[in-house]
């Protein structure tokens, strides 16, 4: 989709690219993000949905958000049309001026099905179908075994080697995952690493990363 809100969100200073994600977290367009994996791109966006769910549900009435990671800065918009904006920018990009602008230029683009988002549209967005997780960990990584945060290092890795950058924003749901089947102890790292796995949406992509784990 040829999306004018996309192409004037990635002219903002900061942004590296943006896309939008349907209510069930399908892409529905890109700009300058054809290098990262659909499979990730829809998954972040279904954790950025479930923040803005749930900030609502406390009573914010928030329509944007933003993760702020070391090198990166990932910025929700909702919009009308049950689209959700997500855009990737430079750790130091005013999100503010992206949330602000996307919402204009969707109001002036209504025919394109990206409308200007407010915080009722999330009952629209029917978040209620993403799958319930725990809020953290039932542990801490600091408080791992060195074999262990070692261990989850090279996954880390490997992740980011199969799915580009943007893949070490879902580890933390992975290990969440993980932890709740049982103690973060060294024996069960290959459950961590095949939990992945049945995750990549090819061959090839769960061909490349278990290699990068295989022993050299």
């Avoid at 479930?50 to 993760?67: F, K, N």
């Avoid at 005013?94 to 919402?103: C, D, F, G, W």
């Avoid at 394109?112 to 915080?119: L, T």
Wanted: hydrophobic share 45%.
């Amino acid at each position: 989709m040829n999306s004018p809100l996309l192409e004037e969100i990635c002219l903002l200073p900061g942004v590296q690219g943006g896309c939008l994600l349907d209510k069930a977290h399908r892409l529905l367009g890109q700009e300058r993000m054809t290098n990262y994996d659909t499979h990730a791109l829809s998954e972040l966006g279904k954790r950025m949905a479930r923040m803005l769910q749930m900030s609502r549900m406390l009573g914010l009435g928030v329509a944007a958000a933003e993760l702020r990671y070391d090198r990166h800065l990932l910025v929700g918009v909702t919009l009308t049309g049950d689209q959700l904006l997500l855009a990737l920018c430079n750790h130091d990009c005013n999100a503010n001026l992206v949330s602000h602008t996307a919402r204009l230029v969707a109001a002036d683009h209504p025919s394109g099905g990206n409308g200007a988002g407010r915080s009722e549209d999330l009952d629209a967005l029917e978040l209620m179908d993403v799958e319930e997780e725990p809020v953290e960990a039932n542990a801490k990584p600091g408080s791992w075994a060195p074999e262990v945060t070692a261990g989850i290092g090279l996954i880390r890795e490997a992740l980011v080697h199969t799915l580009g950058p943007m893949a070490i924003m879902l580890l933390d749901d992975y290990l969440n995952r993980w932890t709740t089947g049982g103690a973060p102890v060294a024996k069960r790292l290959p459950l961590l690493v095949d939990l992945i796995a049945a995750d990549l949406s090819d061959a090839t992509q769960i061909k490349t990363f278990r290699a990068f784990l295989a022993p050299r």
